[in-house]
């Protein structure tokens, strides 16, 4: 109830965005071998905003940094519940151009990521070079990052999740009363991947889409919000 | 300013005390931090310096980043003995970007660009800009703009719910227009309070206030060689026009007087083997008239003529019009001439020599040249010129 004001507006937001819960998956590029294969954990890239009645969403500090630790708690307890196995990325120093490269690449999985959600999963915006593949990298470099922790893939998360300001609350009750227009609350959306350490090769996707649902505030919550996210990961 | 925030927070009270933060007033209504504050975890304040820690931790490793660490310790100085005891807070990176700018971050993180350290002819000039940036962190002022900004886009979107009636798109324009009008006005606001706090910060630590007023003019002069056009828009320009800012930053010098001692000058020192580097990004920019402009007041200034001389003639020498072979000549010449010659300088001028046939002085230039740098890249090449072939 914190996310939007009001039975109505929730109502519609479940109308308008009810596949909110729906998360896509693919398995193509996976080839398995008879070893256990080992999961380099990145650091995931997660902010936690408020959204405002004008709509521009504020980090808020305190909400990120407890999703951080929920999540890290969470995902640790949904790996091993798989009996999945999983090193920590170590990262370098600041001055080491590896340091930069994880910018990077932290960066380029959210672009790819949204990337494939549009030109993967939307049958008329397929790119026809891909020829009905799923294809998609983040490029040979990514076999660098295998230096900072012995793993066969990587593992990249980004999460972004918002919630309406009491102003936007406020907006969202003034447009219901007087003219009948659902105003969006706070949204939460996620993009993991699981990429390959030695090619680069995205080998599993996996996107929550966006939703007004969740709460990464909480442990609880973070802990549906990381099964959503990881639940058909290949195990 | 305060008349619209008193109709904003009027409008949002009315509409379910919806503002959630009362605090910031006019440009100088929120006050200023303490020594070692940082902002509630909780607060928008918090989610702003997040924000900025993220941008800082992607500067402390990009490799744009200048880690000399003679330019380093300059600059720390003097952001020490600008800001006292706040001093601590403050986490200088130099960059490598060749266009006048300083940033102060809310979290203390102070960018500053190579063209800045370029254009600044002593360290009263540096320290000038860099109070200006620290009284931006002192005063909280990217927290008041987006506040500002919050305030605006959130009555804004209550507007256009409620806006009712034959009007209410004449009166939707009309508060656009007064939302961009005072968000910039907010801004100059700011941009007078730090040029004035700035120049006082300056001043107490014993630098030339008058360099405040200097730097200002030097820009303008480069603005005016007329590659890059800056039209100044009363009503949207989020900094006061430079020639009022020039005025009051002459006033204000006035008033406090030159410094009673010579005030420190360590710049040229800490900078001096960069400087070269700076000069040839400035060339790369593909701005003929201003990089001219910017070179012949650097070969004027004292500080690097032989460079600032080589410089220029390689920006005549890339143009390559009727006549700028000439010039280039010309620059490489008096480059040669000056203290401290860079070795490409000779070889500037051999090969411009050796395209006209004048075979013996060009060999002359080359031997100079191979003389200063024998482990040239080119040095094979060079001396093929000089064995005859």
Redesign the interface.
Same mark, same amino acid.
């Given at each position: 109830m914190r996310r939007t004001a009001g039975t109505l507006i929730v109502l519609a937001a479940v109308l308008l965005g009810g596949c909110g819960a729906q998360s896509y998956r693919t398995t193509e590029r996976l080839v398995r071998t008879d070893a256990q294969p080992c999961i380099m954990l990145m650091p995931p890239d997660i902010e936690l905003?408020?959204r *405002? @009645?004008?709509? *521009?969403t504020? $980090?808020? @500090?305190?909400? *990120?940094?407890a999703a951080e630790a929920h999540f890290a708690t969470a995902l640790r307890e949904h790996l091993t519940s798989i009996g999945a196995d999983f090193v920590e990325y170590l990262p370098p120093d600041?001055?080491s151009?590896d340091?930069?490269l994880l910018?990077e690449l932290q960066s380029l999985h959210a672009t790819v990521g949204q990337a494939i959600l549009e030109y993967h999963f939307e049958p008329a915006l397929r790119l026809p070079a891909k020829k009905g593949q799923f294809d998609w990298s983040l490029g040979p470099e990514v076999a660098k990052l295998a230096e900072h922790g012995k793993a066969d893939y990587a593992l990249f998360v980004w999460l972004r999740d918002s919630y309406a300001?009491? @102003?936007?609350? @406020? $907006?969202q &009750? &003034?447009?219901a009363l &007087?003219?009948g &227009?659902p105003v969006s609350g706070g949204v939460q959306q996620g993009l993991c991947s699981l990429v390959d350490l030695k090619t680069g090769q995205v080998v599993w996707f996996n996107a929550l889409l966006p939703r007004e649902a969740g709460d990464m505030r909480t442990l609880e919550e973070s802990r549906a919000t990381t099964h959503l996210l990881l639940d058909r990961m290949p195990k | 300013m305060i008349g619209r925030r008193a109709f904003t927070l009027g409008l949002a009270s009315l509409l379910g005390g919806c503002a959630t933060h009362h605090q910031s007033g006019p440009a100088t209504g929120l006050p200023s931090t303490s020594k070692g504050y940082r902002p509630p975890p909780d607060s928008d304040e918090a989610g702003l310096w997040l924000a900025v820690d993220k941008v800082e931790q992607a500067q402390k490793r990009s490799p744009s980043r200048i880690r000399d660490q003679a330019a380093n310790a300059l600059v720390q100085d003097i952001i020490c003995r600008l800001a006292g005891d706040r001093c601590p807070e403050l986490r200088p990176y130099l960059v490598r970007v060749p266009e006048f700018n300083a940033t102060c971050s809310p979290n203390g993180m102070v960018s500053v660009w190579s063209g800045l350290l370029l254009r600044c002819k002593d360290e009263s000039q540096l320290a000038g800009v860099l109070g200006h940036e620290i009284a931006h962190y002192l005063r909280r002022h990217s927290l008041q703009r987006m506040r500002d900004k919050r305030e605006w886009d959130d009555m804004m979107a209550f507007m256009q719910f409620t806006l009712q009636g034959p009007l209410a798109k004449t009166m939707w324009d009309i508060s656009g227009d007064v939302r961009m009008a005072s968000i910039s006005m907010f801004s100059r606001d700011h941009e007078r309070e730090s040029d004035e706090m700035g120049l006082v910060m300056m001043a107490d630590a014993g630098y030339d206030p008058f360099a405040c007023a200097e730097t200002w003019r030097q820009l303008i002069d480069e603005d005016k060689a007329g590659d890059v056009k800056h039209d100044f828009n009363f009503f949207l320009s989020t900094h006061p026009a430079t020639k009022e800012r020039i005025e009051t930053l002459q006033q204000l010098a006035e008033q406090r007087g030159r410094p009673k001692t010579s005030p420190p000058n360590r710049l040229d020192q800490a900078i001096r083997h960069l400087r070269r580097g700076f000069m040839e990004d400035e060339i790369n920019q593909g701005r003929f008239k201003r990089t001219e402009k910017l070179l012949s007041r650097l070969a004027a200034d004292g500080n690097d003529p032989a460079g600032a001389l080589y410089y220029r003639g390689e920006l005549y020498r890339r143009r390559n019009k009727d006549g700028d072979e000439a010039s280039a000549l010309g620059f490489y010449h008096e480059s040669c001439e000056a203290a401290d010659p860079p070795a490409e300088a000779f070889r500037g001028v051999g090969l411009i020599r050796w395209r006209r046939g004048e075979a013996e002085l060009a060999r002359e230039y080359f031997r100079r040249y191979l003389d200063r740098a024998p482990q040239a890249g080119d040095s094979d090449m060079i001396r093929k010129y000089l064995s005859g072939a």
């Amino acid at each position: 109830m914190r996310r939007t004001a009001g039975t109505l507006i929730v109502l519609a937001a479940v109308l308008l965005g009810g596949c909110g819960a729906q998360s896509y998956r693919t398995t193509e590029r996976l080839v398995r071998t008879d070893a256990q294969p080992c999961i380099m954990l990145m650091p995931p890239d997660i902010e936690l905003s408020e959204r *405002t @009645a004008g709509g *521009t969403t504020e $980090l808020n @500090a305190a909400w *990120t940094k407890a999703a951080e630790a929920h999540f890290a708690t969470a995902l640790r307890e949904h790996l091993t519940s798989i009996g999945a196995d999983f090193v920590e990325y170590l990262p370098p120093d600041d001055a080491s151009p590896d340091a930069q490269l994880l910018d990077e690449l932290q960066s380029l999985h959210a672009t790819v990521g949204q990337a494939i959600l549009e030109y993967h999963f939307e049958p008329a915006l397929r790119l026809p070079a891909k020829k009905g593949q799923f294809d998609w990298s983040l490029g040979p470099e990514v076999a660098k990052l295998a230096e900072h922790g012995k793993a066969d893939y990587a593992l990249f998360v980004w999460l972004r999740d918002s919630y309406a300001s009491p @102003a936007r609350m @406020a $907006l969202q &009750v &003034v447009a219901a009363l &007087v003219v009948g &227009v659902p105003v969006s609350g706070g949204v939460q959306q996620g993009l993991c991947s699981l990429v390959d350490l030695k090619t680069g090769q995205v080998v599993w996707f996996n996107a929550l889409l966006p939703r007004e649902a969740g709460d990464m505030r909480t442990l609880e919550e973070s802990r549906a919000t990381t099964h959503l996210l990881l639940d058909r990961m290949p195990k | 300013m305060i008349g619209r925030r008193a109709f904003t927070l009027g409008l949002a009270s009315l509409l379910g005390g919806c503002a959630t933060h009362h605090q910031s007033g006019p440009a100088t209504g929120l006050p200023s931090t303490s020594k070692g504050y940082r902002p509630p975890p909780d607060s928008d304040e918090a989610g702003l310096w997040l924000a900025v820690d993220k941008v800082e931790q992607a500067q402390k490793r990009s490799p744009s980043r200048i880690r000399d660490q003679a330019a380093n310790a300059l600059v720390q100085d003097i952001i020490c003995r600008l800001a006292g005891d706040r001093c601590p807070e403050l986490r200088p990176y130099l960059v490598r970007v060749p266009e006048f700018n300083a940033t102060c971050s809310p979290n203390g993180m102070v960018s500053v660009w190579s063209g800045l350290l370029l254009r600044c002819k002593d360290e009263s000039q540096l320290a000038g800009v860099l109070g200006h940036e620290i009284a931006h962190y002192l005063r909280r002022h990217s927290l008041q703009r987006m506040r500002d900004k919050r305030e605006w886009d959130d009555m804004m979107a209550f507007m256009q719910f409620t806006l009712q009636g034959p009007l209410a798109k004449t009166m939707w324009d009309i508060s656009g227009d007064v939302r961009m009008a005072s968000i910039s006005m907010f801004s100059r606001d700011h941009e007078r309070e730090s040029d004035e706090m700035g120049l006082v910060m300056m001043a107490d630590a014993g630098y030339d206030p008058f360099a405040c007023a200097e730097t200002w003019r030097q820009l303008i002069d480069e603005d005016k060689a007329g590659d890059v056009k800056h039209d100044f828009n009363f009503f949207l320009s989020t900094h006061p026009a430079t020639k009022e800012r020039i005025e009051t930053l002459q006033q204000l010098a006035e008033q406090r007087g030159r410094p009673k001692t010579s005030p420190p000058n360590r710049l040229d020192q800490a900078i001096r083997h960069l400087r070269r580097g700076f000069m040839e990004d400035e060339i790369n920019q593909g701005r003929f008239k201003r990089t001219e402009k910017l070179l012949s007041r650097l070969a004027a200034d004292g500080n690097d003529p032989a460079g600032a001389l080589y410089y220029r003639g390689e920006l005549y020498r890339r143009r390559n019009k009727d006549g700028d072979e000439a010039s280039a000549l010309g620059f490489y010449h008096e480059s040669c001439e000056a203290a401290d010659p860079p070795a490409e300088a000779f070889r500037g001028v051999g090969l411009i020599r050796w395209r006209r046939g004048e075979a013996e002085l060009a060999r002359e230039y080359f031997r100079r040249y191979l003389d200063r740098a024998p482990q040239a890249g080119d040095s094979d090449m060079i001396r093929k010129y000089l064995s005859g072939a």
